[in-house]
């Protein structure tokens, strides 16, 4: 079963402009962990931020920022001031420790960014 | 620190082939793990080690095996390659720490065509 969904395969926005993309997931266990990767059109996979199910405040790291709705299952990543340089693929990931799954990372679809002047 | 590195980089392979995907780490990691990457999808595990000395199989394991030579590094093995197996691998490492914050590090990728 699809655990994690992301909606939004493509999304363009402009330079300096903030975006959010948005990631939903599913799971039965109350401890996970939540994570977001970048991958530019270069292919590596870049990690850019976690919250855990447990955090209090929605996790921020630099320009990126999670805003984290527990009782939604949402975990949506938010971009502000948009740069050319990140213009990429972007994988919401989660780990959980059900018995099925213990420890590993489980993957979105993925949503592509394209950043314009 | 090179972090996780992959050899190598693009490989084509002929229907029946057997081919060894190199992965080695230099973070000290205890987990190791291989995922496989095909166009409009996410990353799918392959196999992945908890720990050295240790295997154990991920979504889709069919058609390959794996082992941990030593604690830095992973090997992946294509016995005998289908077309369907064209894709790009990833090697990831991470610290095995207890709980669910354990994040992944990935290496830059193997791209693999099967003709």
């Known amino acids: 079963a699809q655990k994690i969904t992301q909606t939004q395969p493509g999304m363009f926005v402009q330079e300096k402009e903030a975006v959010t993309l948005d990631c939903t997931y599913d799971?039965?266990?109350?401890?996970?962990?939540l994570f977001w990767y970048k991958q530019p059109s270069s292919g590596e996979m870049i990690f850019l931020i976690y919250?855990?199910?447990?955090?209090?405040q929605n996790a921020t790291e630099g320009r990126y920022s999670l805003n984290f709705q527990k009782a939604r299952k949402s975990a949506n990543l938010v971009i502000s001031a948009s740069q050319l340089g990140d213009s990429a693929m972007y994988f919401c990931a989660m780990r959980d420790l059900t018995t099925d799954s213990w420890g590993k990372l489980q993957f979105g679809a993925g949503t592509q960014v394209v950043v314009t002047p | 620190n090179a972090g996780v590195t992959q050899t190598p980089k693009f490989q084509v392979l002929k229907t029946g082939q057997s081919m060894t995907l190199q992965c080695a780490q230099d973070m000290n990691h205890n987990s190791m793990y291989w995922y496989r990457q095909d166009p409009g999808m996410g990353l799918r595990l392959i196999y992945y080690?908890?720990?050295?000395?240790?295997?154990d199989k991920g979504e889709v394991p069919n058609g390959y095996n794996v082992s941990r030579l030593n604690k830095r590094e992973f090997s992946l093995r294509l016995e005998s390659a289908a077309p369907s197996q064209t894709s790009v691998y990833f090697c990831?490492?991470?610290?095995?720490?207890?709980?669910?914050?354990?994040?992944?590090?990935f290496g830059p990728g193997t791209r693999l065509t099967v003709l």
């Open positions: 080690s908890a720990s050295e000395g240790t295997t």
């Open positions: 919250q855990g199910s447990y955090d209090q």
């Open positions: 799971t039965s266990d109350p401890s996970y962990g």
């Open positions: 990831a490492s991470s610290e095995a720490l207890a709980g669910e914050e354990d994040t992944q590090y």
